[in-house]
């Protein structure tokens, strides 16, 4: 049994037991939830349509599951994934005598289906939990599909049991701004507040489900920390730094500002132990000071670096992968952010949705759509802030 002042869990375990259901349902901690704008509402019609409110909710991401599930079941739990069969569709037959997958639009017409969905068994001890999953490409849906799965075995329930708030637009903490589009969307301030909501529903009606359970996420550089700053526990379970897994010598002490988050939070000075024997360029050693300027977590940086490398999501990547080229674009879209007053939060969330955008194929397509994004929300930003 592993006990800690807050993370204590029974585990770990080989079978699911009351024990095991009761760890596996637990709460995700705050710094695992991520937020999005699902559903907006619209005023007016034609150019006088504008956005009025829209609905947020909570999510995680696949990562976030399996580290759930490699912290309570370390392997003894397995994802078994197909592509639903078409029998198991809606589907019309050809003159040709072959099936299509096909869909009806909220009119009643009937549409080919291109959406893949995918089944995931997801067997954990002696139990199998399955559900299906769907995207527009087979990382997408397998992401869905075991997501889902994983909710049947009570890993992020409590996110379901949550109310979907509708937030109005404006300039409160507690609303949504607008980008020159007019599509309403998050910006810091309504993530941290919505991340305070979160926490104190936790206290509340989320007591039912048990203390949050923090786990190292997956997928991650070694030794980096997912938690942003400001949401450290105090007992330090997990990596000690942000950065520490890529923190190097020589590099410069960057002045800390009170601003939010507090000093005391940031990532610490990088060690004799932990920077012995790095060799790296000085631009990598600037995009280093750069980052932990910025206030960015380690998890971020670890994402970003894989965007802009044009790998996949689910792909490694290490300190000594980073070359000039792409620490000075590193480095340079961290200043963008910053610049723009973006939170390690708000980086971390778009690029997230970049490295699993269901309308680019290919790497290359969702670096480069990224790019040009981050382009029009920083030049939008900068651009409201000069007309206030």
């Not at 599909?145 to 890993?155: D, E, L, S």
């Not at 200043?335 to 939060?345: E, F, H, K, L, N």
Request: with cysteine.
């Amino acid at each position: 049994m592993i006990q800690s002042s807050h993370t204590a869990h029974q585990g770990p375990y080989t079978k699911l037991t009351a024990d095991a259901a009761r760890d596996l349902r637990r709460p995700i901690a705050a710094a695992e939830v991520r937020f999005k704008v699902q559903a907006v509402r619209w005023t007016g019609r034609g150019q006088e349509k504008v956005a009025s409110a829209a609905q947020v909710v909570a999510y995680i991401d696949a990562r976030t599951v399996v580290a759930r599930l490699n912290l309570l079941f370390p392997g003894v739990w397995r994802a078994l994934t197909e592509a639903l069969p078409l029998e198991m569709r809606l589907t019309r037959r050809n003159p040709d005598g072959t099936l299509t997958a096909i869909r009806l639009t909220d009119q009643g017409e009937v549409k080919a289906d291109d959406t893949l969905y995918y089944r995931c068994r997801l067997q954990v001890g002696e139990a199998t939990f399955e559900d299906v999953g769907a995207g527009e490409e087979p990382k997408a849906a397998y992401s869905d599909a075991i997501k889902r799965a994983a909710v049947r075995a009570g890993i992020g329930e409590s996110l379901y049991a949550m109310d979907s708030p509708w937030l109005r637009v404006g300039s409160a903490d507690n609303q949504l701004r607008t980008n020159r589009a007019g599509k309403p969307y998050l910006d810091e301030r309504t993530i941290r507040w919505l991340a305070r909501m979160y926490e104190a529903w936790l206290t509340r009606a989320g007591s039912i489900f048990g203390e949050p359970l923090p786990h190292a996420p997956a997928g991650t550089l070694p030794g980096t920390d997912d938690t942003p700053p400001d949401e450290r526990h105090a007992d330090g379970n997990g990596a000690s730094g942000e950065l520490a897994a890529i923190a190097v010598p020589a590099v410069p002490d960057i002045p800390e500002t009170p601003a939010d988050p507090p000093p005391t939070d940031r990532a610490p000075s990088p060690t004799a132990e932990a920077t012995a024997g790095a060799d790296i360029s000085d631009a990598v050693r600037d995009m280093i000071a750069t980052a932990r300027a910025a206030g960015l977590t380690g998890r971020t940086l670890n994402r970003l670096a894989l965007l802009l490398a044009g790998r996949e999501p689910d792909a490694a990547i290490t300190i000594e992968d980073v070359d000039d080229t792409l620490a000075g674009e590193l480095a340079r879209r961290i200043r963008q952010a910053q610049a723009a007053g973006w939170s390690d939060a708000t980086l971390a969330d778009l690029a997230e949705q970049a490295l699993h955008s269901e309308r680019h194929a290919t790497p290359a397509q969702r670096r480069t759509a990224f790019r040009e994004h981050l382009d029009r929300l920083t030049a939008d930003e900068l651009a409201r802030r000069d007309a206030a």
